[in-house]
């Protein structure tokens, strides 16, 4: 699904309007990735709490939304700007791929309610297209 310059825009204009609750919304979206898909915990096994506001998840979604603010930064190229997230996750991690459409799903839903004026059906649309980008650009070095 290719991004237009229409969703890029958009995607962009949301980002600046969001960055400033990267961390709380990174957060907020591990710990919702965590509790509705609870076989995501087996990544996590080695945390000694995985309870929303634990120092581990708080940790980890700052570091997911840098790599959120990365692929904004390399949105015209999210192959080439995400290849180092895709080789550690597919090499190193050994995530299953369908876990970033997963963790794409709970952005959205904590985007949509932090932030209920700005996810507007425009920014909705264009937020889920570039997502699915992301996801798909992590997968990369799976195949």
């Not at 400033?20 to 709490?49: N, S």
């Not at 929303?52 to 390399?74: D, F, L």
């Not at 949105?75 to 369908?98: C, N, Q």
């Amino acid at each position: 699904m290719s991004l237009t310059d229409k969703d890029k825009a958009a995607v962009k204009a949301l980002w600046a309007r969001i960055s400033k609750g990267a961390d709380a919304i990174g957060a907020d979206a591990l710990a919702r990735l965590l509790v509705v898909y609870p076989q995501t915990k087996t990544y996590f096994a080695h945390w000694p709490d995985l309870n929303p506001g634990s120092a581990p998840v708080v940790k980890h979604g700052k570091k997911i939304m840098g790599g959120v603010a990365q692929a904004v930064t390399k949105i015209d190229d999210l192959s080439s700007g995400l290849l180092e997230l895709s080789e550690l996750h597919a090499f190193k991690l050994r995530v299953d791929p369908a876990n970033f459409k997963l963790l794409a799903q709970c952005l959205q839903v904590v985007i949509a309610s932090m932030f209920p004026n700005d996810f507007t059906p425009e920014a909705h649309v264009a937020l889920d297209k570039f997502l699915s980008n992301v996801a798909l650009a992590l997968s990369e070095r799976y195949r």
